[in-house]
Every structure is written in structure tokens, then in C-alpha cells.
């Protein structure tokens, strides 16, 4: 069984920056993306970004231009820069496996609060 374990979410000011890591204990062979995923109080969760095996990267319409994800396959983490946020980024943020052929992996998930 793998752990994610997300870290880097807090309280931060609109228009500032947090920068949100996602640790896999250890390397996931059938993994075919890595994902940020966020949940605010009382709505689904949404899909943030994502980025393949092969570097390609998507973005929520919202945070595009905003957000960036990327991965260290060395260290078996994957990032989320976000930068500009707005109280509507307000969530608890997931990282998410999708793997090929088995189960997904989901971490505990971080808080980010972005108000003043």
C-alpha cells in the first residue's frame, strides 16, 4: 500500500502564494497521472490539475494561469504552485494517483484558507 502525504497548505492572504507537496512513500510503477483535487465545504470535490506520465498537464478553467503542477520523479513527489489566490481557492486540497489496472491512491488531503 502507498501513502500520500500532502503538505504545504495553510492560511495565506488573497493574492499571495502556497505551494502544496504530495509525497509517495514509495514509487507507483502503475501510475498513469498524478492529481490535485480540491473540496470546499458543502460542494463536490473538483478536479485542479493534473499532469500524465508523458508531462502533459490540465488545468481547472479557474486557476489556469494561476496554478502550476509538477512533478519530481526522483522524489516521488508531485507539487502544486499556487499563486494569485483568491478566498474562492478556499478548499481542502487531495492528492490523487491514478494508476493503470488497480486502485487509486488519495492522500489525507491539506487545508488551504485564503482570506484576510
Known amino acids: 500500500q502507498v501513502q500520500l502525504v500532502e503538505s504545504g497548505g495553510g492560511l495565506v492572504q488573497p493574492g499571495g502564494s502556497l505551494r502544496l507537496s504530495c509525497a509517495a512513500s514509495r514509487t507507483i510503477f502503475t501510475i498513469a497521472a498524478m492529481a490535485w483535487y480540491r473540496q470546499a465545504p458543502g460542494k463536490q470535490r473538483d478536479l485542479v490539475a493534473s499532469?500524465?506520465?508523458?508531462?502533459?498537464?490540465s488545468y481547472l478553467d479557474s486557476v489556469k494561469g494561476r496554478f502550476t503542477i509538477s512533478i519530481d520523479n526522483a522524489k516521488n513527489t508531485v507539487y502544486l504552485q499556487m499563486n494569485s489566490l483568491k478566498p474562492e481557492d478556499t478548499a481542502v486540497y487531495y492528492c490523487?494517483?491514478?494508476?493503470?489496472?488497480?486502485?487509486?491512491?488519495w492522500g489525507q488531503g491539506t487545508q488551504v484558507t485564503v482570506s484576510s
Open positions: 490523487h494517483a491514478a494508476r493503470i489496472g488497480a486502485s487509486d491512491y
Open positions: 499532469i500524465t506520465t508523458s508531462g502533459r498537464t
